[in-house]
């Protein structure tokens, strides 16, 4: 009887030893694959304009991990290894594809796909239920295709450029435009991949999303008007960055246009669009009567300035 009840006694041990050992081989394969990813777009991808917020999306996925780290081992045992084998088959051959045919989309894509394969097999649904939020927010870390960005860039610079043009010409500045290069008074500014605002959605979106979980509002139409507020405010945003680095450049001079005010403006402007966005948020709680309560203060992105080009001879300078 002895013998049977230390037998008991240890069997709790022994589960816990192999579900830790689960989670670590987990880990490393999860390393083993993705080191590699990483370290390029550290090395590459997030050294652009376009992925700038890579670094920090990052971060704060790997913190939501943490965070819900207690509610995914804590899950109910109910391992899924037919849903988990799918999901897992899925992701993986996204990942070879990408990693053959150097497409970094397709390489980062395959990460939700991996994770929650993995938790599948390993816990089962109710440990991926924890971690949903966690798992869908690595989507922010997956780069655009280059043929989305040069798709979608082309249109934001164009509607940048007449914006700020009707803006200024109101206001009686001389400005003109052509494509997307300024003129106003003796300089010619070109607006450049990096002031399209494309930046600023995905930064902005990658917070707002973050903000609305963290948050967690019980009513679906606040959500849902927080979360389309997103886009306009992030244009907006952006057309006034524009806006302020011309008056700048005309008022100042090309040497004051281009020195650290031109490279804190991102910043400064994407803190006025959090801003903006957590001042909505709380015009719509007042509005619909709710608590109008703010959720936990939620850190902003940069967003990196594009490169300077020399103003001369007639050479458009890049905003």
């Known amino acids: 009887m002895t013998g049977v009840a230390l037998g008991r ?12 050992l689960m989670w670590a081989v987990m880990a490393i394969g999860l390393l083993a694959m993705y080191l590699p990813s990483y370290w390029a777009a550290a090395t590459g991808l997030w050294n652009t304009d376009e992925h700038g917020h890579g670094p920090v999306v990052f971060l704060v996925s790997l913190w939501l991990f943490w965070r819900t780290r207690d509610e995914i081992v804590s899950a109910p045992a109910q391992p899924g290894p037919w849903m988990g084998s799918l999901a897992l088959a899925v992701g993986l051959g996204c990942y070879l594809t990408g990693r053959v045919f150097a497409i970094a989309s397709l390489e980062f894509v395959s990460q939700p796909l991996v994770v929650a394969g993995v938790l599948l097999w390993l816990r089962g649904r109710e440990a ?32 940048t450029s007449s914006v700020v043009v009707d803006v200024l010409s109101a206001l009686g500045y001389p400005i003109a435009h052509s494509g997307v290069v300024l003129s106003v ?36 139409a606040h959500n849902i008007l927080l979360a389309a507020s997103i886009l306009p405010i992030a244009l907006a945003a952006n057309t006034i960055r524009v806006i302020l680095l011309v008056l700048i450049t005309y008022h100042l001079g090309d040497e004051v246009g281009q020195s650290f005010l031109h490279d804190a403006s991102g910043f400064v402007l994407f803190m006025a669009a959090l801003s903006l966005l957590l001042g909505f948020d709380r015009f719509v709680s007042w509005a619909t009567r709710g608590d109008g309560s703010r959720g936990p203060h939620i850190g902003s992105t940069t967003e990196l300035a594009p490169p300077r080009e020399r103003h001369g001879d007639g050479v458009p300078r890049s905003l």
């Open 185 to 220: 008074g003796a300089y010619r500014l070109l607006v450049a991949d990096a002031c399209s605002g494309l930046n600023s959605i995905m930064s902005l979106a990658a917070v707002g999303v973050l903000y609305l979980y963290l948050v967690r509002r019980q009513s679906v």
């Open 9 to 20: 006694k240890g069997e709790p041990l022994r589960q816990e030893t192999h579900s830790a």
């Open 128 to 159: 991926l239920r924890a971690a949903w939020f966690a798992v869908l927010y690595l989507l922010f870390v997956v780069p655009l295709p280059s043929s989305l960005i040069a798709a979608t860039t082309g249109p934001l610079k164009q509607w």
